[in-house]
C-alpha cells in the first residue's frame, strides 16, 4: 500500500524536526475565485497541510467568524461540488501538499459514505475532519474512508475522558486534532497553552498518528506555545477574519502570504 500523502508530510517533518502548519479556510470566501489562489499563496507561506472548510449552514463547533465566513461562501454557492472543484484545480499545480476538508456530517451522508470518500480521493482530498460525528458511531463511515484511502481525522478535547481517549486514538487517521479549549473557534482569550500542553504530552505518548492543536491560535506567539507539546498546530479564525475584507483574489492571496509567514519563522525559531 502507497504511502499517503499526509503520512509522508509528517514523516518529512519529523525527519526535519519542524512542527506542521496546518491553516484553516472556509472554502469560496472571501470568493469563489480567490480559494484556490489563496491554497497556494499559504503554501507559499510555509503552510504544511491545508484545512479546507466545506460551508455549512448550522456550523456549531463554530464562532462568528467562521460562521459568518460560511454564510458568505454558501450565497456564493460553495456546496460540496464546488470544494471538490477547487481541491482538483489546486492539485493541477500541486501534488504533494495534503488537503483535509473539515466540516458537517449531513453534506456527506447526503451522498452516502463510499460515493463521498470516493469522489473526494478522485478530487485529491487527504482526508476528511467531521466536527460532529462521535468515534461511537463512526464505523461505517471508516469502514467507507478505509476502504477509498481517505483518512478520517478525529478530534479530541479537554473534556475527554481517558477511555474515550483510547477509543479516539485507536480510529484515528492521519492525524489527531486536539481542541485546546470547550468552546468554538476563534476563542482565544479562553485559550490556556499550560493547560493544553499537559493534555497534549498525555495522548502523543499514548498516540500512534500525529497529535496536533487548534481552536486560539491567532498569532506567531501563540502557535509556539502551543506546538512546543504537539506536532502541529491549526490557525482559523484569525486566518479567515484577515481574508474577509479582501477585494481580490490577489489580495486575498497576499493577505494569506502575509499572516502565515511570522507564524511559519515562529515555529521554525
Given amino acids: 500500500m502507497s504511502v499517503s500523502r499526509l503520512d509522508a508530510c509528517f514523516q518529512r517533518l519529523r525527519e526535519q524536526q519542524r512542527k506542521a502548519l496546518i491553516p484553516f479556510i472556509t472554502a469560496g470566501d472571501p470568493s469563489l475565485e480567490a480559494t484556490v489562489p489563496v491554497m497556494h499563496a499559504l503554501v507559499d507561506a510555509g503552510a504544511d497541510v491545508i484545512e479546507l472548510g466545506v460551508p455549512f449552514s448550522d456550523p456549531m463547533a463554530d464562532g462568528p467568524t467562521i460562521q459568518r465566513s460560511s454564510e458568505r461562501a454558501l450565497a456564493r454557492g460553495a456546496g460540496s461540488r464546488y470544494v471538490l472543484?477547487?481541491?482538483?484545480?489546486?492539485?493541477?499545480?500541486?501534488?504533494?501538499?495534503?488537503?483535509?476538508?473539515?466540516?458537517?456530517?449531513?453534506?456527506?451522508?447526503?451522498?452516502g459514505y463510499a460515493a463521498f470518500a470516493k469522489a473526494a480521493v478522485a478530487a485529491g482530498v487527504d482526508g476528511v475532519l467531521l466536527v460532529d460525528l462521535p468515534p461511537e458511531e463512526a464505523g461505517e463511515a471508516l469502514q467507507a474512508f478505509d476502504a477509498a484511502g481517505l483518512a478520517l481525522v478525529l478530534l479530541a478535547s479537554p473534556t475527554t475522558s481517558e477511555v474515550r481517549a483510547d477509543k479516539l486514538l485507536a480510529l484515528a487517521r492521519g492525524y489527531l486534532y486536539y481542541v485546546?479549549?470547550?468552546?468554538?473557534?476563534?476563542?482565544?482569550e479562553r485559550l490556556d497553552s499550560d493547560a493544553a500542553s499537559a493534555r497534549l504530552q498525555a495522548l502523543r505518548a499514548r498516540a500512534s498518528v500525529p497529535v496536533v492543536a487548534g481552536f486560539g491560535i491567532k498569532d506567531a506567539d501563540s502557535a509556539a506555545a502551543m506546538a512546543r507539546q504537539a506536532d502541529g498546530v491549526?490557525?482559523?479564525?484569525?486566518?479567515?477574519?484577515?481574508?474577509?475584507?479582501?477585494?481580490?483574489?490577489?489580495?486575498?492571496?497576499?493577505?494569506?502570504?502575509?499572516?502565515?509567514?511570522?507564524?511559519?519563522q515562529a515555529l521554525d525559531a
Fill in 180 to 188: 485546546s479549549f470547550a468552546g468554538v473557534t476563534g476563542a482565544s
Fill in 85 to 111: 472543484q477547487a481541491v482538483a484545480q489546486f492539485r493541477e499545480r500541486d501534488v504533494q501538499t495534503p488537503v483535509v476538508l473539515m466540516g458537517y456530517l449531513n453534506p456527506v451522508e447526503i451522498h
Fill in 234 to 264: 491549526v490557525v482559523g479564525s484569525a486566518l479567515v477574519a484577515a481574508l474577509a475584507e479582501a477585494g481580490s483574489a490577489e489580495e486575498a492571496a497576499q493577505r494569506a502570504r502575509t499572516f502565515l509567514v511570522p507564524l511559519r
